[in-house]
């Protein structure tokens, strides 16, 4: 069985300060790895993706994501946060031989002026 | 970009009636999905459907639950008798494979039981 684990409820950071957003993930074999946002009122949108290869990843609006196998990890990082990356965030995961792709809780991320 | 289109955004009906989610997926994408979110959990998975069948479906997705694909460009979520458990925000989404394809995902029905 796959799993997502996003260990923080909220995150909150000034603006222009670096900004990460945790995930874990659980799953048999190689991972397909996955970054949702969702603004206010809005489905999920796509920001990032690893399947393989390069460990850091970059996606859309400045953000990076760096898969860690040995800690099972695949932290979302932003190196200049914006009071526009205020959202809710998704991490989610997927077995290569599954249709599904299991979320975790999500992550509300607040950036201040 | 292109977008999943869902209908209506807003779901009001009467436990034990029957309700009909409406998705246009992404034109040219083969897979389709439902997945739900209530209020202050995570998303989860419904199911998923390809090449005109479910491919695999979660153990929430039980007999009062069907998907469909009646013409070729919409895909409904039904729910035969609604129960006070389903209110929950609907999310139809589409991807262009399985594996490691992205899912790009429509704005969402809110679905209200009561």
Same mark, same amino acid.
């Given at each position: 069985a796959q799993s997502v684990a996003q260990p923080e409820d909220q995150v909150k950071v000034a603006e222009g300060n670096p900004l990460t957003v945790k995930c874990t993930y659980s799953v048999s074999g190689n991972p397909y790895l996955f970054w949702y946002v969702q603004y206010p009122n809005r489905g999920l949108q796509f920001l990032l993706k690893y399947i393989?290869? $390069? &460990?850091l990843v970059k996606g859309s609006y400045g953000f990076e994501a760096e898969f860690n196998k040995s800690q099972t990890s695949f932290h979302l990082k932003k190196p200049s946060a914006l009071v526009s990356d205020s959202a809710l965030y998704f991490c989610a995961v997927r077995d290569? &031989? $599954?249709y599904k792709l299991s979320f975790g809780a999500g992550t509300t991320v607040t950036v201040r002026a | 970009e292109p977008e999943v289109t869902q209908t209506p955004s807003h779901q009001v009906t009467q436990m034990g009636q029957e309700v009909i989610l409406r998705c246009v997926p992404? %034109?040219?994408?083969?897979y389709f999905y439902w997945y739900r979110q209530i209020l202050g959990q995570k998303v989860e998975f419904l199911v998923s459907f390809y090449n005109n069948e479910i491919s695999e479906k979660s153990e929430i997705f039980d007999d009062q639950f069907s998907v469909e694909?009646?013409? +070729?460009s919409n895909f409904t979520l039904k729910i035969r008798s609604t129960k006070l458990e389903d209110s929950a925000m609907y999310f139809c989404a589409s991807s262009a +494979? +399985? +594996? %490691?394809e992205k899912l790009f995902f429509g704005s969402g029905t809110q679905l209200s039981v009561l």
């Open positions: 393989t290869g $390069d &460990n290569p &031989n $599954d | 992404i %034109s040219n994408h083969l694909r009646p013409d +070729g +494979g +399985g +594996g %490691s």
